[in-house]
């Protein structure tokens, strides 16, 4: 009995190129750019996708801030509140019980991910002003930085002010 | 806080940072209190960083490992004193090290260019310049008619202006205004030109700034660079990483813990195609090396950054990241007429 050893040389191109594009895939190791949405997701009424449009429709506002490095930049967009807000996140006067055990993940395009407590957003309790950006010094963010980004001024270092942002997921920990 | 005082806001003002030098946003080099910049010191500066006669033998000046065209630094694996002796370190590159929080490759001590200057000139392990105290350096300057000028210009209200402290002042001064942020990746980030960078090198720059790759988290902020320090911020607690590059003391030297064997701080990334080879010995010779490098995870050992773990990269990944880098080259700075030998 003998194997057969032999492969038409246009197959094996086939399966070579093939070979080459699965690899390729394969090995990058990230995409190129973040989706121009934002997706709120989880434990919420409907999942909310809002367009970097329409952002422009919902209340803005800009926070100064000193980069890490001392870098000076004015970022604008849409307060974090206001997003989770229309999204049926209880952020507001019904933020109370069973509510305080509930948490947001804030979800990067290269899958960064960082957590925030509603506690700490509610403007009854922590207060923090942070902001989904779209706009530095004027300017759509783009690149690394965009189209989306969260801005955490009250921050000392900036871990948690992501960037490439595209999912919000809300998470309750007691229904 | 004492550096904060210390480094108390200065003007750093006249012909070096003009509105065209800077982009928005970026932060303006801190000054000590006790050397404001003037015209005139950076100018008796440039002289005195080009002068060969710097030297225990009349064969290196500051320029010699400092060269303009390769960013400050010398081309070399590791750097020559004027004798032969050779560092265990290379040459690092000058440009924006007004911003650096620390100065040399890892000696935390270390954190003003009046300071730095004097390893150069003084230090016996290795030599590098080789003057010594009393050797005649101080009188040459003070019998040579130009810089009689220059110094007379420079220190007007010093009765003997001649010393030590004042060719540091002005040495450090010099350094302070060779300021790059006019890259091609600065007109595309900063100045809002889209076409300033290929599309490569934004398909680089994602990858840099990736949770995967990382490499901004020690190349960070607008130097690319660990610690900074500028007018309105002060440094912060002092970064130094072991990158898996094996066989050298690095911090160790300084602090006498074995913990920290290996480490150094990262460099600025700006004006890096230029500035080959690299790490702090000099041992990898290309970019392509360097990514080969970090994306193997460098060599084990106990004191490895967590950071240095390895990563996949496809080949137009890896072509993509060094274009992005090659974008930081600031051809103003390699050629700029004010940072050039004045001889």
């Given at each position: 009995?003998?194997?057969?050893?032999?492969?038409?040389?246009?197959?094996?191109?086939?399966?070579?190129?093939?070979?080459?594009?699965?690899?390729?895939?394969?090995?990058?190791?990230?995409?190129?750019?973040?989706?121009?949405?934002?997706?709120?997701?989880?434990?919420?009424?409907?999942?909310?996708?809002?367009?970097?449009?329409?952002?422009?429709?919902?209340?803005?506002?800009?926070?100064?801030?000193?980069?890490?490095?001392?870098?000076?930049?004015?970022?604008?967009?849409?307060?974090?509140?206001?997003?989770?807000?229309?999204?049926?996140?209880?952020?507001?006067?019904?933020?109370?019980?069973?509510?305080?055990?509930?948490?947001?993940?804030?979800?990067?395009?290269?899958?960064?991910?960082?957590?925030?407590?509603?506690?700490?957003?509610?403007?009854?309790?922590?207060?923090?002003?942070?902001?989904?950006?779209?706009?530095?010094?004027?300017?759509?963010?783009?690149?690394?930085?965009?189209?989306?980004?969260?801005?955490?001024?009250?921050?000392?270092?900036?871990?948690?002010?992501?960037?490439?942002?595209?999912?919000?997921?809300?998470?309750?920990?007691?229904? | 806080?004492?550096?904060?005082?210390?480094?108390?806001?200065?003007?750093?003002?006249?012909?070096?940072?003009?509105?065209?030098?800077?982009?928005?946003?970026?932060?303006?080099?801190?000054?000590?209190?006790?050397?404001?910049?003037?015209?005139?010191?950076?100018?008796?500066?440039?002289?005195?960083?080009?002068?060969?006669?710097?030297?225990?033998?009349?064969?290196?000046?500051?320029?010699?490992?400092?060269?303009?065209?390769?960013?400050?630094?010398?081309?070399?694996a590791v750097a020559?004193?004027?004798?032969?002796e050779t560092n265990p370190r290379g040459?690092?590159?000058?440009?924006?090290?007004?911003?650096?929080?620390?100065?040399?490759w890892?000696?935390?001590?270390?954190?003003?260019?009046?300071?730095?200057?004097?390893?150069?000139?003084?230090?016996?392990h290795p030599?590098?310049?080789?003057?010594?105290?009393?050797?005649?350096?101080?009188?040459?300057?003070?019998?040579?008619?130009?810089?009689?000028?220059?110094?007379?210009?420079?220190?007007?209200?010093?009765?003997?202006?001649?010393?030590?402290?004042?060719?540091?002042?002005?040495?450090?001064?010099?350094?302070?205004?060779?300021?790059?942020?006019?890259?091609?990746?600065?007109?595309?980030?900063?100045?809002?030109?889209?076409?300033?960078?290929?599309?490569?090198?934004?398909?680089?720059?994602?990858?840099?700034?990736?949770?995967?790759?990382?490499?901004?988290?020690?190349?960070?902020?607008?130097?690319?660079?660990?610690?900074?320090?500028?007018?309105?911020?002060?440094?912060?607690?002092?970064?130094?990483?072991?990158?898996?590059?094996?066989g050298a003391p690095g911090?160790?030297e300084?602090?006498?813990?074995?913990?920290?064997?290996?480490?150094?701080?990262?460099?600025?990334?700006?004006?890096?195609?230029?500035?080959?080879?690299?790490?702090h010995d000099g041992?990898?010779?290309?970019?392509?090396?360097?990514?080969?490098?970090?994306?193997?995870?460098?060599?084990?050992?106990?004191?490895?950054?967590?950071?240095?773990?390895?990563?996949?990269?496809?080949?137009?990944?890896?072509?993509?990241?060094?274009?992005?880098?090659?974008?930081?080259?600031?051809?103003?700075?390699?050629?700029?007429?004010?940072?050039?030998?004045?001889?």
């Open positions: 009995m003998t194997f057969m050893t032999y492969t038409r040389p246009f197959t094996g191109i086939l399966l070579l190129a093939g070979l080459s594009l699965w690899l390729a895939s394969a090995q990058t190791t990230a995409p190129t750019t973040a989706a121009a949405e934002l997706t709120i997701r989880g434990d919420v009424p409907e999942t909310l996708v809002l367009k970097t449009a329409d952002l422009t429709q919902l209340p803005r506002e800009t926070a100064a801030v000193t980069d890490q490095d001392g870098t000076q930049i004015n970022y604008e967009g849409v307060p974090l509140r206001e997003i989770l807000k229309r999204a049926g996140v209880p952020i507001g006067k019904d933020l109370r019980g069973k509510s305080l055990a509930s948490y947001i993940v804030a979800k990067a395009h290269d899958g960064y991910q960082v957590v925030f407590s509603l506690g700490e957003l509610g403007t009854d309790f922590g207060n923090e002003s942070i902001l989904v950006a779209d706009k530095r010094d004027g300017k759509p963010l783009f690149g690394y930085q965009g189209p989306l980004r969260l801005v955490c001024p009250n921050d000392k270092a900036g871990a948690r002010s992501v960037r490439m942002l595209e999912t919000i997921e809300f998470v309750r920990l007691q229904k | 806080m004492y550096r904060l005082i210390l480094f108390a806001s200065a003007a750093f003002a006249g012909i070096w940072l003009t509105a065209q030098d800077l982009p928005k946003g970026f932060p303006k080099p801190r000054v000590p209190a006790d050397n404001p910049m003037t015209t005139e010191k950076v100018e008796l500066g440039r002289y005195l960083f080009y002068d060969t006669r710097m030297s225990v033998n009349g064969k290196s000046s500051c320029a010699t490992c400092h060269k303009q065209e390769l960013a400050f630094t010398d081309g070399l020559v004193g004027a004798t032969g040459a690092m590159s000058l440009v924006n090290v007004a911003y650096s929080a620390v100065l040399t890892s000696n935390p001590g270390i954190t003003t260019l009046e300071q730095q200057a004097l390893v150069p000139m003084f230090g016996e030599v590098e310049l080789g003057l010594r105290a009393g050797d005649g350096f101080l009188s040459m300057l003070g019998s040579d008619a130009k810089y009689r000028e220059l110094f007379e210009r420079a220190f007007p209200a010093d009765r003997d202006p001649f010393t030590i402290g004042n060719v540091t002042k002005a040495i450090a001064s010099f350094e302070r205004s060779i300021v790059s942020a006019r890259s091609p990746y600065d007109r595309y980030h900063y100045g809002g030109e889209d076409n300033a960078v290929s599309d490569s090198a934004k398909r680089g720059e994602i990858l840099f700034f990736s949770r995967q790759l990382s490499c901004f988290r020690c190349h960070g902020g607008f130097n690319f660079s660990g610690n900074t320090a500028s007018e309105r911020h002060a440094a912060g607690e002092l970064e130094f990483h072991n990158n898996g590059v094996s911090l160790f300084f602090t006498k813990d074995p913990k920290d064997a290996g480490k150094f701080k990262a460099p600025t990334l700006r004006n890096i195609a230029v500035t080959a080879p690299y790490m041992s990898i010779a290309t970019l392509d090396g360097v990514l080969s490098h970090y994306a193997g995870g460098g060599h084990n050992n106990p004191n490895k950054d967590p950071l240095i773990a390895g990563f996949a990269l496809s080949p137009q990944d890896r072509s993509d990241l060094i274009e992005f880098l090659k974008s930081l080259t600031d051809e103003a700075v390699l050629h700029d007429r004010r940072f050039a030998n004045p001889w």
